[in-house]
């Protein structure tokens, strides 16, 4: 199955970056209403504090912190990390078979290679909305360690999310210098 994913490739494109955009345009034109225009704590893509992660989730309040928990992360940010790494995974295997070198791999050891590239990504965005789920489900346990654990796993999905977009990069101007 992994190994069919990079046929559907422009099809997931258009999938990810249609759920992207919706949640994107949710962000800036609702979610920032009701917390006073500070950013999500996902869109800190280099963390927050402690202090900064109260000030959003204080500014919100319950009834803000039920429609995000609702609208995000019971709903959109179910799907779209597992969408997006299913994306990843087809651009990986899609630009690698522009390469001899991958090509001649065989078929199992490309799926492996793009599966560990994508994972852990995709595992840390899981962790990462669980425990801000859990801070908008019950504000008590809101507490600088619980903040900070938060930051650092925001922190480390965007970093794991660069590490297949840097290959497919890669295996994408490759795949050009090699056809040039």
Request: glycine share 4%.
């Amino acid at each position: 199955m992994v190994l069919r994913l990079s046929r559907h490739v422009a099809a997931l494109c258009f999938l990810s970056a249609a759920v992207f955009i919706a949640m994107t345009v949710m962000e800036f034109f609702y979610f920032r209403q009701l917390s006073g225009g500070l950013p999500s704590l996902d869109m800190r893509y280099f963390g927050f504090t402690p202090d900064e992660g109260m000030a959003w989730l204080t500014a919100l309040g319950r009834r803000g912190g039920e429609i995000i928990l609702v609208w995000h992360y019971l709903t959109f940010d179910l799907l779209f990390p597992a969408l997006l790494s299913l994306t990843l995974v087809s651009l990986i295997l899609a630009t690698g078979r522009r390469l001899k070198n991958f090509r001649v791999l065989p078929a199992q050891v490309q799926a492996i290679f793009a599966l560990v590239l994508v994972l852990p990504y995709t595992l840390a965005d899981y962790v990462q909305n669980i425990a801000v789920a859990r801070l908008l489900s019950d504000f008590l346990y809101a507490n600088p360690d619980s903040l900070s654990f938060a930051s650092a796993l925001i922190v480390t999905k965007f970093a794991l999310l660069a590490v297949p977009s840097i290959v497919i990069a890669a295996f994408w101007l490759a795949g050009q210098r090699h056809q040039n």
